[in-house]
């Protein structure tokens, strides 16, 4: 089976994509693309996925830059010359031909894109690292390497859905916290539980930053499972474990 690469038109002429689990050498419940190093996956597999990623975006799997994701507000410069990837969830460069990428699975990938100043960027965003500010962070490294952020073109990729997205009250208090008007991104669902819009939340949180444009590509990573991993998903039906989707981008 062929990959599966998801692309939006907002971010061309930028090489880009969000790789589906389709085309990939991972079975059972990896079954297809998984290139996350930090599931119970063989190796080998994972290395021969994270190959073929690579040669799709014309380089290879040495020269992805990828972080070590903590759920964190961290965003860095990438930095070849490392021997082991930095802790963080926001990547940037401005050097060409490097590719960025970040692995999800329910969280918001969200690619970055300032075409006229070269940079580009890349980030893990889940519910708290959008809280804490991961996307402003990822926005501001771009602009200590030239971006300007009302350039900066940002598209979110698959990622869990509201409707997919069952939360507690304790959970709505952190948004709260932050801000009263967060209710909005929040739905009645049964009881005391409350239905989620993280990537109407990510979208909010790109628009204030004031970047050029921001869209999501609509892909529901739960109600999907053909497609993309889900950690809720796999959660719900008892898994051992689940695989992690790639999204990347370079100039």
Do not use: K
């Amino acid at each position: 089976m062929t990959l599966e690469i998801l692309t939006s038109d907002a971010l061309a002429p930028i090489r880009h994509g969000f790789f589906t689990r389709r085309g990939g050498a991972s079975s059972g419940v990896f079954a297809g693309l998984n290139c996350g190093h930090g599931s119970s996956d063989l190796a080998e597999i994972v290395a021969i996925n994270r190959n073929r990623v690579a040669e799709a975006m014309q380089t290879t799997s040495a020269e992805l830059q990828g972080l070590h994701q903590v759920h964190s507000a961290r965003a860095v410069v990438a930095d070849p010359t490392r021997d082991t990837p930095e802790q963080a969830d926001g990547i940037v460069t401005d050097q060409p031909g490097m590719v960025l990428a970040v692995l999800t699975a329910d969280c918001q990938p969200v690619l970055f894109a300032d075409a006229e100043a070269g940079v580009i960027g890349a980030a893990h965003a889940g519910w708290r690292g959008a809280l804490d500010g991961v996307l402003e962070a990822t926005i501001e490294a771009m602009e200590t390497l030239g971006a300007a952020r009302d350039r900066i073109t940002a598209v979110i990729g698959p990622s869990i859905s509201q409707a997919a997205y069952e939360v507690g009250p304790e959970f709505l208090d952190d948004f709260l916290a932050e801000d009263q008007a967060n209710t909005r991104f929040f739905a009645n669902g049964h009881g005391d539980r409350m239905l989620f819009d993280l990537p109407a939340y990510g979208l909010y949180r790109l628009r204030r930053a004031g970047v050029g444009q921001a869209e999501w590509t609509r892909h529901c990573t739960y109600s999907d499972p053909d497609r993309f991993y889900s950690y809720r998903r796999t959660t719900h039906l008892g898994e051992a474990d689940y695989g992690r989707l790639i999204s990347t981008i370079r100039l």
